[in-house]
T-cell receptor
Framework: GNSVTQMEGPVTLSEEAFLTINCTYT??????LFWYVQYPGEGLQLLLK?????DKGSNKGFEATYRKETTSFHLEKGSVQVSDSAVYFC???????????FGKGTMLLVSP | EAQVTQNPRYLITVTGKKLTVTCSQN?????MSWYRQDPGLGLRQIYY???????DKGDVPEGYKVSRKEKRNFPLILESPSPNQTSLYFC??????????????FGQGTRLTVV
């Protein structure tokens, strides 16, 4: 079946540091891949997505590239801000289906 | 504005007292689902529905019921809540069998405490 594995947190960084959160997936066929973000006290919201191999999703300075050869979708940001402190979820969905498969989430804490 | 609305946001109840958490979406989505979020376990799907009167179990359905009498509403029912159902609950909706990459929309969450 489908599964998503992401690095455990918390990830603690100073402001302006480089961020990488690793995510790998197993899936039948070619899933679409997502990063969702959950700010404190809020629901999940879509951060970025990629629908096919070598696609790069980007938003708010975050990027992730769909790597079919390594089945990965790592989240990166060149310079984090305190306001990026949140829980980040990697997720996949099979084409034509509606059920998301989530990783366990990675908490990011950014200090001034 | 596209929205999934859950109520209540916070709820404290006692063991065995039936409760309902409501969920409503305004995007005419066919697919709706409920998740619970627990530390170290991430998001786990409780139930989902692919359309009116069509519901199915997710990964952790025990102790929960759902109904889908109207397309926009998908309430979560705990007939006899127990302390192990203390959790943060999310409702989500999306188009069914959507074109690749269609996102799901999530409610703000309901924090339930069962004492």
């Amino acid at each position: 079946g489908n599964s998503v594995t992401q690095m455990e947190g918390p990830v603690t960084l100073s402001e302006e540091a480089f961020l990488t959160i690793n995510c790998t997936y197993t899936a039948t066929g070619y899933p679409s891949l997502f990063w969702y973000v959950q700010y404190p006290g809020e629901g999940l919201q879509l951060l970025l997505k990629a629908t096919k191999a070598d696609d790069k999703g980007s938003n708010k300075g975050f990027e992730a590239t769909y790597r079919k050869e390594t089945t990965s979708f790592h989240l990166e940001k060149g310079s984090v801000q305190v306001s990026d402190s949140a829980v980040y979820f990697c997720a996949s969905i099979r084409s034509g289906y509606s059920t998301l498969t989530f990783g366990k989430g990675t908490m990011l804490l950014v200090s001034p | 504005e596209a929205q999934v609305t859950q109520n209540p946001r916070y709820l404290i109840t006692v063991t065995g007292k039936k409760l309902t958490v409501t969920c409503s979406q305004n995007m005419n989505h066919e697919y709706m689902s409920w998740y619970r979020q627990d530390p170290g376990l991430g998001l786990r799907q409780i139930y989902y529905s692919m359309n009116v009167e069509v519901t199915d179990k997710g990964d952790v359905p025990e102790g929960y019921k759902v109904s889908r009498k109207e397309k926009r509403n998908f309430p979560l029912i705990l007939e006899s809540p127990s302390p192990n159902q203390t959790s943060l609950y999310f409702c989500a909706s999306s188009p069914l069998g959507a074109p690749t990459g269609t996102e799901a929309f999530f409610g703000q969450g309901t924090r339930l405490t069962v004492v």
